[in-house]
Each structure stands twice: as C-alpha cells, then as structure tokens.
C-alpha cells in the first residue's frame, strides 16, 4: 500500500502528496500538523483551516481516552464533529505521557481501537519515547519494545485509518537506523521520529540532524516522515532538506501564552520587541506596544496568529524552495539565526552524500552563499562522477583559464567543484553563481576533485593553472600534478 | 541645525528619528520612501498610510514642474492635498531625467523654488549623477558641479523645506569622501548618495559597500544618509549596517506591473511560484494559482501590497534587529541571497574598524554565524583594546583550559576573539555563542589576537594553550609563544 506520493526532490527534502483515505483529503508535504488540545482551543480548529489553510491537525486520543467530559462526545460525534474540522486528523496515543509520568493506563490495542472509534484519520501505537543519551542497553531494549507494539499495531484491523510506526533508539545512531529499517517492515503508513523534543530543547541540531539521518538512512524513500514535536519554524527548513514530511506543533500556542513571539530566526519576547519584525496581518495590523496593552486573552490570541501566520509561511517557503530547487540555499541563510543551527546545518552536509543519493541532477542554478556551499551535494556528487569520464590522453590541463594547444586535452576547472569537462560547462551545477570574493573552502574543494580525477588515470600526466589557489588547497593536489598560477603565466 | 538624532546604534546601523518640520512630524529610521508617480498611482498615497504605516514618501518634482494637466494642480492645492498625504513628502528634482536622457529644462535655483511652491518638505538640486567606472577626470569635473550646485542650494532661503545634499563621485572612494566631506560643510540636511542603482542593476554588492562606506567616512555621524534609488529589501540589512537611513522605491509598483514578487531573498516571478514564500495579508490569503487568474490591474495591486508588505516588514526587521543589537547577525542570514550579496557582506567586513566606531559596546550576545563572523567589528575591537591591560607578569599562560599555577598570570582564550583577562568573561563579547564545530577562521582570528598581545609585551614569556587549533591559526602565533595542545597535556 502506498498513501504517500513524492513530486519533487531537493537535497533530501520532498515535495509530497499524503493520501488519508479515511478523511478523504490528500495532504500537501511538507506541512505542520497544529497540535489542538481537547480541552483548549487557543485558536479553534474551523479557523485553523479557514484562515490559516490547515489540511491536518493532531490532537491526543489519550486525554480524550482519560476524559471524563470528552470521552463520550468523541465516541459519539466524532473527532471531526467534536473539533469542528473538515480535514485529516491524526491522534496521539499517550506516548507523551508515558516518557513524562512514566506510566499510562491503555496499551496499544486500545488505544488504537479507540482512537479508530472516535474517527481518527491517523492513528498511532504506543511506542516508548527513549530520551536522549540514555545508556545503550535501555535504548536496545526499548527499542525493542516499540518494535513488538508497530507488530502487533500492524497485525490489528484498523479500518481505513492509516497507522503511525513510531521510530526510537535515543541518540544512537545505529539504533535509529536499525529501529527505522525494522518499522518499515511493519507496512505502517507514516514515521515519525519519536523522542527528539529534548534535543530541540537544548539546541542540539548537530545531534539532531545525525538522529534524523540515521532514521532515514533505514526508512529509505518509504512513506512520509513525522518529526514529532517539532514545530520551531527556525528548523523547518533545515528538517525538510533532511527528509522529514511533517511537523507539529504545540508551540504555537504555547508560545503564546507566555508571551513569546516565533520567527524564522528564533523567538523573542513580546517585551523586548520595538517593532514587529514580520508583515502578517497581526503584525502589519499591531504594534508591539499596542499588544502589550490588550488584555490577556486576546493578546495570548494575536500571538498564537501571529505564531501559526509565521509557522504555515515558513513551511510555504520549505515547498517553494524545494520546488525551485534552492533549499540547501534557504538552509544556509536559516542556519545563521543561532550558532547551533550552524552546527545543525554543518553536520547536515556531513551527510552529502546520503542527501545526494535523492537530489535532482538539474536545477536553475547553484548559489554559493558560505563557506558551508563547499561541502553541499551537489560537490559531492561532481566528485563522485569524475569516473564516468575517459581521458585517454597523455597529457592533460586543468585549467581556470583558457585552452592551450600543448596539451591533448584541456579541462575546465571550477571552484568548488573542481575540473570537468568543458561540453558541460553550460550544464548544472557548473552554472554556478560563486563570490568573486571566494573563499579557501572552494578552492579546497576544488583541490579535492582534482585528487579524484588525477587519481582514476594514473598514467596520464597533469597540469592544473589555478587562479591564485591559497596554499592550504595547493597542498591537497597530488605531488605529480605540475602548478601553475594562472596571472604568474601572463 | 540638527534634525536627526540617532537614538541608537549598532554597528554603523542606527535607529533614528528625523524632524521634518515643515510637515510637522518626525520620521522613524531607517525607513523607506515608498515613490510615487504624480500620474500613475498603483497603490494610492492615502493607502501608504493608512495600510503600510508610510511616514514618507517621495515624489518627482521635475515631473510636475513638466505636467500641463499637474503644475497647477500642484501649485495651487500644494502637492499633500494632491496627493492626499499628510506625512512628509520628500521631492527629487530631476536629476535622474538627467541622468537618463542628458539634458533637463531647470536650475537648482528653479526646481528647488518650485519644490518650494509646490509645499515640498525635503527638496533636492540638481546634482550629476555620475555613473560608475568613468574616467576619474570626468567624475572629478561632475563632483565638483555637484558641489557648486550644493552650495548655491544652502545660500538660498528655503524657509522650513529641509533640503538634501547628494554625494556623488562615481566608484571612486576617495572622491565620494571628499564629495560626502564637503555636502556636510554646506549644512544642507539630508545626504542622498547617488547614482548607485546601477551597482544595485548589477548586483555590485561589493562596490555598493565600498561607495558607502567611503561617503560614511566623509559624512561622520552628520545627519540622515538615503540610499537613492535602492528598494529592494534583500539589501536593507546590509546598507543600514553600513549606514544608511533611509531608502526609496518604485520596485514595488514597477515589479510588480511585470508580475514580479519580492522577498528578502531576492525577487521571483509569479509564474515561478508555486506558494508564496511569505506571510502578509495578499499571501495568507490567495495563491500563486489564483492570482494569475486574476484580471491584470487587480494582480498588480495585490503584487504591489505584497511588494509593499515584505518592504515595510524587512524595514521593521533592520529596526528590531538594531534594537536588539543583532543587525549583523541579520546582514549574515540575508547575504546568503545571492553569492553578490556575500561579496557585499564580506566587503563590508573589510570595513569592520570603521563600523566598530560607532558600534555599541556592550550587546545581549555576539552569535557566531558563519566564518565571516571572524572578521566583526566585536573582535576587530577586541584586538585593539587589549593594549589597555598592563600585565607585569614574567610568564603568562593563555589558555582554552583551566589556570595553572606554575604561571605569574592565566588568560582565557576563546575563538574568534583570542586572550582575554578573565575577569571579562562574563562581558560582551566574550559572552559569545559560539558553533561546537568552530572553524579555521575563528582560530586564525584568536591566533591573531595571540600575536597582537605578545607584541605589547616583548618582555613577558607566553604559553598558550589551545584546543587543536589548526595549523593555519598556529601558523600566525609568534614563534616565540610555547604552544601546547590542551589535550596532549591529559
């Protein structure tokens, strides 16, 4: 079975259509899921989808389940008549409460009954949320655990309502990927990534991007992926060029109600601000001074808007930038909003190569926008490619210059990517925009294709004419190569 | 007479607030000019106001002066009820007809009267707007008309219309310091700088900062700087970096008649787009899909608001982003647009001294956000400030570690910035946030750092203790520093 559908790839990141049978309505990924609380609605679920275009929602059967006012209405209007919402909804099961209270009172069975009861669209197992950094043995065995509920989760009859495969294994990687390639097994529908709250919380988006690579390296292009919890526009983009499908988010009410404005950058205290640095309606409407002055209520209001016009724009402009093929570019600016986000976005490339695997092989053009350009995909894969080539010449210039008859053949060179052959110079990446002001990680890189190609044909002889290549690039080329700076030849 | 005051600064950024008495209100900077066509009113001046927030604008008085149909009109209703906008108006003069067409039909003294009649609350002569790259000759020569035309402008009685004073000198630094130097002795009241829209046309992000930075340097803190011509809000961080106050735009309604959309990334087309990558009220709510269905007047008008929401949002950004003393973290995301506006950013960093003297000395906290990080004005300071510690130690340990007493004094040492007496920890900037996955240029920075202290003190003997620092930031540490690895020592 497959509900899950991708159009278009950029990096990692997919552009999706998730089909929810049981709602009738097929969701446009990536897209944030807002979490709605059962028993408070900052901003009711009918407006969610009028104002703000909310296709899904998630809300949690396990309070439902608990209620002793909720129960009985959601058993007998439904969910959707219950909250007032037209489109997919998807429930948790308690897993939440279970990591925060260490004990719940359902087991997967019914709580998935229920939850198919009261007309969820998606529902969800209750799998064991393992925090971060725990000791290998309880993350194994947990894992485990998870992995027997998604079983017995999958051998149940549920109906027309897909079911959620939740992934664990704390912060080993190796579990991740174990957990997720054995998930996958179950046939479930959608993956969320489970336990990453407190790793968000402590702005660890290195370890966060080596959890979500390691899933997705033993999910493969299987189904589409939930980052549970996360619902921080900051790491929208970041996620996405990841592989993740879908968010959610309490935050933005939660946020609120404390006064706390998001951005794409970070958040802010409705205190400290002078200005509203947003043109959503509530900031084009509003000043910060007015808001302060609004009684609670409708101000905790205004700012959940506020938060969700920022949270469902930015996941706008997730789709847009992997439709035009530029969201490593929208990663790279995002990365700048906090240092961690830097080492998000740094250990991201770590995994180029598992990005490139999926990343499309045209696209307008490649911007080099920071030192980090150096390492992106598309280097990578220019790299990996410099053996679909035969030279069979004895002599060969790589050259950023122009072509000189001494030699048999002559090779363009372009940091960062290196030498290639120039019938492809009009081809992408080599199209690139770079700085004029480049930088030692280009020509480092550069330097790094010029290895690769000198190595797949050692009897050819080579001559590389750079355009001032610091020494720290020179000395990555092979000791046979003969060097020659380009203005020096003048 | 002094109608600016600068309320707040960081790095040349400023928030402040210009008196424009005439029309008896105060304007906020930095801020934009929204421009509007005396004929063709694409988004109406009383919607400037009311919608947008606009304090100002900025209309073309060569073209009414010109106007059969507009010259009386003008002259006798004045031009706030021929607008119908009761902020303060600011009038150009002609010179950009000039500039286009060689030849116009008034006198300085002539426009500026009439900018006067007509109820204008800034004027502007007529100054030569001289093109980049001329013959240096010819750049001298138009400076020069420039100037006289300046001049002859402050002798005359203008009443209360503030009058600008726009800088010219072509790409020449040196001549648009002098030109800046010598409009400041005139006493006129606002500097444009000119005829940089075609750096602007050309993604000339580099040679914009370097002009800028030259007419800062004759300017001083002497009064509100406009950026003529300059709209689009991918650039605002950088030139209110570096300075400037106010800008102006037709790009909004002149992109928006050729259905194109602006972000702060850069500018789409609305045939491109398949989700608007943005939150304002025009992208809430429709999509792409629907306004191309659109009749054509009616697209251009939602397009211009959008083009008009993400300009004055981008304005309250730069705004906040001063406030909150962040800008240049804003200038880093933002310079990832486009690899020009990284060249501008990493030419504005070669201004980092000239910044750091008005920048603020103490700040919430410097974020590390990218390698150019390195080259900020914070640790240009840092440098420079450590010959105001005496130390009459012998020997003295520097130190990514903890104290050792075998040492007469311990210094910290933290990437970018370098040695640090430790009781400054706790201050800006050494309060910094800095990526665990530093780079080579915050250590060739600190290294750097490192050798400016051993030269202040050529009698004291210095260890430093460091972290792994690459060899390329071990390269600049004097050699007669006693170097050891933080962990080789365990």
């Not at 200005?275 to 959940?304: G, I, M, N, S, Y």
């Not at 930038?321 to 600016?333: M, P, Q």
Request: hydrophobic content about 35%.
């Amino acid at each position: 079975m497959t509900n899950f559908e991708v159009r278009e790839y950029d990096a990692a990141g997919r552009l999706g259509e998730l089909d929810v049978p049981r709602a009738g309505v097929t969701v446009s990924t990536p897209t944030i899921l807002p979490v709605v609380n059962p028993h408070v609605q900052t901003i009711d679920p009918a407006a969610l989808e009028a104002e703000f275009g909310a296709e899904i929602l998630i809300t949690n059967s396990y309070i439902l389940h608990g209620s002793d006012q909720l129960r009985e209405p959601a058993l007998s209007e439904g969910l959707h008549d219950l909250l007032g919402f037209s489109g997919a909804i998807m429930t948790d099961s308690g897993s939440f409460q279970l990591a925060e209270y260490g004990d719940i009172d359902v087991t997967t069975e019914e709580i998935l009954a229920f939850q198919q009861e009261i007309g969820s669209d998606i529902g969800t197992p209750v799998d064991i949320p393992t925090p971060p950094d725990v000791e290998r043995e309880r993350a194994e065995r947990e894992r485990e655990t998870t992995q027997e509920r998604l079983e017995r989760a999958a051998a149940m009859d549920t109906g027309e309502m897909l079911v959620s495969a939740p992934v664990q294994g704390s912060t080993y990687p190796d579990l991740r990927e174990r957990a997720a390639r054995e998930a996958k097994t179950t046939g479930l529908d959608v993956f969320p990534l489970g336990a990453v709250v407190p790793l968000m919380n402590e702005y660890r988006y290195a370890d966060l991007a080596d959890v979500v690579a390691a899933c997705k390296r033993g999910l493969g292009e299987t189904g589409p992926v939930h980052l549970f919890g996360a619902g921080h526009p900051m790491m929208f983009a970041m996620a996405a060029a990841l592989g993740c499908d879908l968010f959610d988010s309490a935050a933005y009410a939660l946020y609120a109600r404390d006064d706390r404005y998001l951005t794409v950058r970070g958040t802010e205290l409705l205190a400290d601000l002078e200005q509203f640095p947003c043109q959503c309606p509530v900031c084009t409407e509003h000043t910060p001074a007015e808001l302060r002055k609004l009684d609670e209520d409708t101000r905790e209001d205004l700012l959940a808007r506020h938060n969700l016009h920022v949270t469902y724009g930015e996941i706008r402009t997730v789709r847009q930038a992997i439709r035009a093929g530029n969201l490593l570019e929208l990663v790279d600016s995002r990365a700048r909003g906090h240092p961690t986000m830097l080492d998000g976005y740094r250990t991201l490339l770590d995994h180029a190569e598992q990005l490139e695997r999926t990343d499309r092989v045209s696209k307008d053009a490649f911007f080099y926008a920071s030192t980090e350009s150096a390492h992106r995909p598309e280097v990578v894969r220019h790299h990996e490619r410099l053996d679909r080539f035969d030279i069979d010449a004895e002599t060969v210039l790589l050259t950023e210059g122009g072509s000189n008859d001494r030699y048999d053949e002559t090779w363009g060179v372009l940091p960062p990517f290196g030498p290639y052959p120039r019938e492809l110079a009009e081809t992408y990446p080599l199209t690139a925009e770079v700085p004029d002001r480049t930088d030692r990680a280009a020509y480092e890189a550069a330097a790094d294709g010029v290895a690769r190609l000198v190595a797949l044909h050692p009897d050819t002889s080579f001559t590389l004419v750079h355009d001032d290549w610091p020494e720290t690039a020179l000395s990555r080329v092979p000791e046979r190569v003969r060097l020659q700076d380009l203005h020096a030849r003048e």
